[in-house]
């Protein structure tokens, strides 16, 4: 939609006399009569609702915030209408609406006149929001109904948004592809052929052309991008995979390789021998460094042994006695202090790794590098903590790497990204101590 065309219809939006909803409306989502038995002065339940529906051919989602609350030992319920949203318009309407401190944005509730203002559609995101203080999850986010039965019915209705994956298909996920659809129709197609991952960073597309020739690339190697490689990364590695006739898992682990910064060389023997093992490149490099810090030579059975986590461990182990006694002793004159800023919420605990055995431990148990960290740790170049269930303290669930106050990285078991509850306890341990990079 044109600039001009979008004030048009934003104005219209703003004074447009929709239907009105009142609490009653939403009385699905009430609270039980149960919750109430304590008559304590509280906000009982938060939510805000979006109904979809048809406005001017276009998508429409009407946000309104739910609330009910005990005053004066009574059941009060409220509902205001905070935001309005046509899909293909890169603004949108929000009243009531403010940022606060901890926890993102939320509605004002309090008396007086409140008009429609325009906000940017990236601001105001409909998410679940999570009290930073407490972690407990204290405003929700619902559908009061389908958005794909009114999408139909858009003048958007070939976006062929169904083909997502389900576990993409959110809110805020739809309206910010209906922009880059509204803008670039040819994403239809894309979808269609199975690449919804190329929708997500458009900058590499060559729009000038037509069909498969917009990618850069031949049908044969579509496979590829279809298993979920994004395109920019695939330009990195195509040569690669061309030369040496990779699978998809292999063509993974080379682009791996190349954008990892280990110093590694991309060759068909690395690369299949790490897909071969499924094994971390970071972790493989970390071998090869020790590898050479104790004067193995370079030798197929050393570069790729056949039992890697043995000779992983057994490198790791030599490095161990070299410098365990040093290490130890200056680990714990470095993390003396760290304790102090370890926390917990009454279901997940902080800990700081003080020792080489507390660092090797937890990369055995969390099949990661951390292990190899303890002379970083020594030099004051880091420190290392990790995140424990209160019932639970013998097994980790998360690593984090802090430097200086800057959160370098926090993993999960193999590396992965820690679940959404462990990835907010992290940002209150960052929000209470102004650490920054998570």
């Known amino acids: 939609m044109k600039f001009e065309e979008e004030q048009k219809e934003i104005e219209k939006l703003k004074n447009a006399k929709l239907r009105e909803y009142t609490v009653d409306t939403f009385k699905k989502y009430w ?68 940022n606060s ?31 930073n203080w407490n972690g407990e999850q204290v405003i929700g986010f619902t559908e009061y109904n389908d958005p794909i039965k009114y999408l139909k019915k858009s003048i958007q209705k ?67 991008l279809q298993a979920g490689i994004n395109l920019r990364a695939y330009r990195k590695i195509r040569n690669e995979c061309i030369k040496y006739k990779l699978s998809v898992k292999e063509a993974e682990k080379a682009y791996e390789i190349k954008t990892s910064k280990c110093g590694l060389d991309c060759n068909a023997k690395l690369i299949r021998y790490l897909a071969d093992k499924h094994l971390d490149v970071g972790m493989y490099a970390d071998y090869i460094k020790m590898k050479e810090e104790i004067g193995l030579p370079n030798e197929n059975k050393y570069l790729y042994p056949k039992n890697f986590e043995e000779a992983h461990g057994e490198v790791l182990n030599r490095i161990k006695i070299k410098k365990s006694e040093i290490i130890a002793r200056k680990m714990l004159e470095i993390t003396a202090k760290a304790k102090n800023r370890c926390i917990s919420d009454g279901i997940y605990k902080m800990i700081v790794l003080n020792s080489p055995d507390d660092l090797i431990k937890e990369g055995k148990m969390m099949h990661h590098c951390v292990g190899t960290y303890a002379e970083k740790v020594a030099k004051g170049d880091c420190l290392i903590y990790s995140v424990r269930k209160n019932e639970k303290m013998d097994e980790p669930l998360a690593t984090i790497e802090l430097c200086d106050k800057r959160i370098v990285q926090v993993r999960a078991a193999h590396n992965e990204v820690p679940n959404e509850e462990i990835s907010n306890f992290v940002r209150k341990w960052e929000s209470k101590f102004r650490l920054s990079g998570w």
């Open 31 to 98: 609270t039980s009569v149960d919750d109430y038995e304590n008559k304590e002065a509280r906000i009982v339940n938060a939510s805000y609702i979006v109904v979809y529906s048809v406005w001017h051919k276009r998508l429409l989602a009407r946000i309104f915030y739910f609330e009910e609350y005990i005053k004066y030992k009574k059941i009060k319920r409220e509902l205001f209408e905070v935001q309005r949203q046509v899909a293909g318009m890169s603004v949108k309407i929000i009243q009531r609406l403010y």
């Open 101 to 131: 401190t901890f926890a993102g944005f939320k509605a004002c509730t309090g008396a007086g006149e409140y008009k429609w203002n325009v906000a940017n559609a990236k601001k105001y995101k409909i998410y679940g929001i999570i009290d």
């Open 158 to 224: 070939y976006c062929a948004y169904e083909c997502f994956p389900e576990k993409e298909q959110e809110h805020n996920h739809m309206f910010e592809y209906l922009l880059k659809y509204e803008r670039h129709p040819e994403l239809e197609m894309l979808l269609k052929m199975g690449l919804s991952n190329l929708t997500y960073d458009l900058t590499p597309i060559r729009w000038s052309k037509k069909g498969i020739d917009m990618l850069g690339i031949t049908k044969s190697e579509l496979c590829y």
